[in-house]
């Protein structure tokens, strides 16, 4: 179990500029998120996947963001055209099917996002 | 829509000593899924402990346990013997179970708890 792991750790980047994140699950977990996270917030849910359907996207991603998972591994989060409120720690998490019980959640150190 | 509270923004307690941390939800199911992550200064956000909504006992994690009031709609988390650690920020989360819409959770605020030494 090598944990979930993004990359990149930290990107800054211009307004108007395209950016991609990488999101690795650990390997035997089937379902995987997105979520977002502002400065004292909690994690706002974006997007998950079962496999490599994605199943639910949240009305907060907008059609400037993408995320694919291919082959069910790992998982790309692009947003095109950022904008200065898009500035935000995008935390991805992976979980296996638990049978009757709760699935928890595995986090991610995160991405932090900074537009200039 | 489900919503979760979180009604403390900061607390504080002193090394040894037992503090509570607040959470209610908004729900129209019956079967459910609760759980507390706490997330540190380093930002990796952990599972502390989850709560079956049909259990009727309170779940317990050698120091962490929860009192679940399923009427009241309520989850608190009760952190004893508290320790220098335990600092972090800890968000309150609900989770649908499968058959009732899919795997999305969603997350209070948080509650931000310093442990004094």
């Known amino acids: 179990d090598t944990g979930v792991s993004q990359d990149p750790r930290h990107k800054i980047t211009k307004r108007g500029q395209n950016v991609t994140f990488r999101c690795d699950p650990i390997?035997?977990?089937?379902?995987l998120y997105w979520y977002r996270q502002t400065l004292g917030q909690g994690p706002e849910f974006l997007t998950y996947f079962q496999n490599e359907a994605q199943l639910e996207k949240s009305r907060l991603l907008s059609d400037r963001f993408s995320a694919e998972r291919p082959k069910g591994s790992f998982s790309t989060l692009e947003i095109q055209r950022t904008e200065q409120g898009d500035s935000a720690m995008y935390l991805c998490?992976?979980?296996?099917?638990?049978?009757?019980?709760?699935?928890?959640?595995?986090f991610g150190s995160g991405t932090q996002l900074s537009v200039l | 829509a489900q919503t979760v509270t979180q009604s403390q923004p900061e607390m504080s307690v002193q090394e040894a000593e037992t503090v509570t941390l607040s959470c209610t939800y908004d729900t129209s199911e019956s079967n459910y899924y609760l759980f507390w992550y706490k997330q540190p200064p380093s930002r990796q956000m952990i599972l502390v402990i989850r709560q079956e909504a049909y259990k009727q006992q309170n779940a317990t994690e050698n120091r962490f346990s929860v009192n679940f009031q399923k009427a009241a709609k309520s989850f608190s988390l009760k952190i004893s013997d508290s320790q220098l650690g335990d600092t972090a920020m800890y968000f309150c989360a609900f989770m649908n179970p499968p058959q009732g819409g899919g795997f999305k959770t969603i997350f209070g605020a948080g509650t931000r708890l310093f442990v004094k030494a």
């Open positions: 998490a992976s979980s296996r099917n638990e049978g009757t019980q709760s699935e928890k959640l595995f």
């Open positions: 390997s035997e977990h089937n379902r």
